[in-house]
């Protein structure tokens, strides 16, 4: 089975601008995550989807936003860039709540 | 790269011999644990599991222990290898959710 994918792999933006991420789970996996990795804050959790609803929440602004498709595809924007969000954007996808979760390789977002 | 500023605990074993990584988790509510690798320039990988039900679970040259008295989970690497050498991180799920809150990694380096 091909593993979690996403796309762009990089990304340079400048403040003030938005960004959407694509998450593409493993096939079979309904529940798509997205975690927000930086050096200062590590791993944080941004939120979970499952058959199209977003689930859980975690503590990010309104600016981070998601979606999730019926073939479970997943993607994230995050509008009116700051310089704080640069930082690696992981999905991860499962079966369903509860169950292991697997990671795609990221998307390095860089914010000028 | 992801860990500048990130104080990490580190560790350096000499190939061959046994690592300890060891995590403490927060909250008793949790019931799954989780470790990953990550190297880097990718994403998290899957390492082992284990469920709040059991103390301890084997897979390939890798052992978890898991105290939920005093909230403690340890991973051990057996005949450490050079491309054992990453971050690795705890993961604790709590019940229901797919939300997993990371701890903030131990970096592992392997000496030939």
């Known amino acids: 089975k091909a593993g979690v994918t996403q796309t762009p792999r990089y990304l340079i933006k400048t403040r003030g601008q938005q960004v959407t991420l694509s998450c593409s789970p493993i096939s079979g996996h309904r529940s798509v995550s997205w975690y927000q990795q930086t050096p200062g804050q590590g791993l944080q959790f941004l939120f979970e989807y499952f058959s199209e609803t977003q689930r859980n929440k975690g503590n990010f602004p309104g600016r981070f936003s998601g979606r999730q498709f019926s073939n479970s595809r997943s993607e994230m924007n995050v509008s009116t860039l700051e310089l704080g969000d640069s930082a690696l954007y992981l999905c991860?996808?499962?079966?369903?709540?509860?169950?292991?979760?697997?990671f795609g390789p990221g998307t390095r977002l860089t914010v000028l | 790269g992801e860990s500048v500023g990130l104080h990490l605990p580190t560790l350096s074993v000499q190939e061959g011999d046994n690592s300890i990584i060891n995590c403490a988790y927060s909250?008793?509510?949790?019931?799954?644990f989780i470790w990953y690798k990550q190297e880097s320039g990718k994403g998290p990988q899957f390492i082992i599991d284990?469920?709040?039900?059991?103390d301890k679970r084997q897979g390939q040259r890798v052992t978890v222990l898991l105290n939920k008295t005093v909230k403690h989970l340890s991973l051990q690497i057996a005949a450490t290898q050079p491309g054992d050498s990453a971050v690795y991180f705890c993961?604790?799920?709590?019940?229901?959710?797919?939300?997993?809150?990371f701890g903030t990694g131990t970096r592992l380096t392997v000496i030939p």
């Open positions: 909250n008793s509510a949790s019931d799954y």
């Open positions: 284990i469920r709040s039900n059991m």
């Open positions: 991860a996808s499962s079966l369903g709540a509860g169950d292991t979760q697997y």
């Open positions: 993961a604790e799920n709590r019940a229901g959710a797919n939300n997993l809150f």
